[in-house]
């Protein structure tokens, strides 16, 4: 299985422009999220996702959209980039929690490495 | 805001010995999860002990957690220099997302 792939790994875009990031997982997880991790602030939660068709906000939501139509893909959307944007991005996926409501493991993808100039 | 701080911010130890690193969050938690990462990589999921545990074990790693302190430990016995990366603390209070802490930068020298 691939797991959880991102694409593009790098990318840089120009202050205003949009872009797309994707990802996709083949593990059928209802669960999916997009973290920014920058240097020492750790992984951020920017939205996520607990099944097809619904998304929520995390903690640092602001610039970005999400949307869910497939439980494979939950792609990140850029509106108008700006330098305070510039970042690794991760995708996550795991799985519905089990008995008592536990959330399991989080698998990640490689990363996107962004620069806005 | 982060909900778990890592301690220390880094660690240097020589192949062989031991590491430890800490762990404190702010709210109550329904289980809370260890990861790695490779310089580069994406979190790879080391281990997860729930709030109703008090220790666990996997391989070379020793994880504790102190509900009533609100804290866990890492330890890694016999480090190797594979063992190089950071380390992340995760708290899964809600059932639909994890909220990691700030990380631990383990250098584990040959």
């Known amino acids: 299985n691939a797991g959880v792939t991102q694409t593009p790994k790098f990318q840089v875009l120009k202050t205003g422009q949009s872009m797309t990031l994707q990802c996709a997982q083949d593990?059928?997880?209802?669960?999916m999220s997009w973290y920014r991790q920058d240097p020492g602030m750790g992984l951020r939660l920017i939205h996520y996702?607990?099944?097809?068709?619904?998304?929520d906000q995390g903690e640092v939501p602001n610039g970005y959209n999400v949307s869910r139509s497939t439980t494979e893909d939950f792609p990140l959307r850029l509106l108008s980039a700006a330098p305070s944007q510039t970042s690794v991005y991760f995708c996550?996926?795991?799985?519905?929690?089990?008995?008592?409501?536990?959330?399991?493991?989080?698998?990640f993808g490689q990363g996107t490495r962004l620069t806005v100039v | 805001s982060q909900q778990g701080e890592e301690d220390p911010q880094a660690l240097s130890i020589q192949e062989g010995e031991n590491a430890t690193m800490n762990c404190s969050y702010k709210t109550s938690i329904n289980n809370l999860q260890w990861y790695r990462q490779n310089s580069g990589r994406g979190l790879v999921h080391l281990i997860l002990?729930?709030?109703?545990?008090r220790e666990k074990h996997s391989g070379r790693l020793r994880v504790t957690l102190d509900t009533s302190k609100k804290s866990s430990s890492l330890l890694i016995t016999a480090s190797r220099a594979a063992d190089t990366a950071s380390y992340f603390c995760?708290?899964?209070?809600?059932?639909?997302?994890?909220?990691f802490g700030t990380g631990t930068r383990l250098q584990v020298f040959p």
């Open positions: 002990i729930r709030s109703n545990e």
């Open positions: 995760a708290t899964g209070g809600l059932p639909d997302k994890l909220i």
């Open positions: 996702s607990v099944g097809a068709g619904i998304t």
């Open positions: 593990m059928n997880h209802e669960y």
């Open positions: 996550a996926s795991n799985p519905s929690p089990g008995t008592g409501g536990f959330v399991a493991e989080a698998f």
